[in-house]
T-cell receptor, first 109, second 118 residues
Framework: LAKTTQPISMDSYEGQEVNITCSHN???????ITWYQQFPSQGPRFIIQ???TKVTNEVASLFIPADRKSSTLSLPRVSLSDTAVYYC??????????FGAGTQVVVTP | NAGVMQNPRHLVRRRGQEARLRCSPM?????VYWYRQLPEEGLKFMVY????????ESGMPKERFSAEFPKEGPSILRIQQVVRGDSAAYFC????????????????FGPGTRLTVT
């Protein structure tokens, strides 16, 4: 499974857009890029998954450049409830998930 | 449709005792995964099971840990002779059979069982 690197923490104010970039230089051809969100004392929750270009859903957007060596999760207009740890995962879209340390996002008023 | 259920939510065991953690997957899901999260760390994969089969146990410690997912009933993660280092949050996740949803193999996580070994 490809290793990922993402910032340890990010701070933001309510209403701002938060962009978290994840580096995955050794991503394999059959690997997908998936993001999960975890609140304290809860299990992770799937946010979004993509293979290439751009994916958007009701929660976030995922931007993937042509070389796929990085990706950016974009959270539009964050609120206090978006304070959580965000994990970038790279691997086939089945089987075990390999979580890194994640990015702690703190949203303040 | 109820989510993934885990019980107990909190479990306290003394060193040397056995811990049994239960996981009921979402309805229609036939794949179960167990992960462990130590304090201030990310989740670590332990084992991946389908009904009556262990598919991948590459993350399971070789001794004292076992897991099963019987034809009927919940999946069980069993830890024998617990030690203080086993104190952690244990999360179970489930997913539908490959191809059933027509999209990615998203895993749905339960609320976790917090094991404390005294």
């Amino acid at each position: 499974l490809a290793k990922t690197t993402q910032p340890i923490s990010m701070d933001s104010y309510e209403g701002q857009e938060v962009n978290i970039t994840c580096s995955h230089n050794n991503i394999a051809t059959n690997d997908y890029i998936t993001w999960y969100q975890q609140f304290p004392s809860q299990g992770p929750r799937f946010i979004i998954q993509g293979y290439k270009t751009k994916v958007t859903n009701e929660v976030a957007s995922l931007f993937i450049p042509a070389d796929r060596k990085s990706s950016t999760l974009s959270l539009p207009r964050v609120s206090l409830s978006d304070t959580a740890v965000y994990y970038c995962l790279v691997g086939p879209n089945w089987g075990k998930l390999q979580f890194g340390a994640g990015t702690q996002v703190v949203v303040t008023p | 449709n109820a989510g993934v259920m885990q019980n107990p939510r909190h479990l306290v065991r003394r060193r040397g005792q056995e811990a049994r953690l239960r996981c009921s997957p979402m309805k229609g899901h036939s794949h179960v995964y167990w992960y462990r999260q130590l304090p201030e760390e990310g989740l670590k994969f332990m084992v991946y099971l389908q009904k009556e089969n262990i598919i991948d146990e590459s993350g399971m410690p070789k001794e004292r840990f076992s897991a099963e997912f019987p034809k009927e009933g919940p999946s069980i993660l069993r830890i024998q002779q617990v030690v203080r280092g086993d104190s952690a949050a244990y999360f179970c996740a489930s997913s539908p059979p490959i191809g059933m949803t027509g999209r990615s193999y998203e895993q749905y996580f339960g609320p976790g069982t917090r094991l404390t070994v005294t």
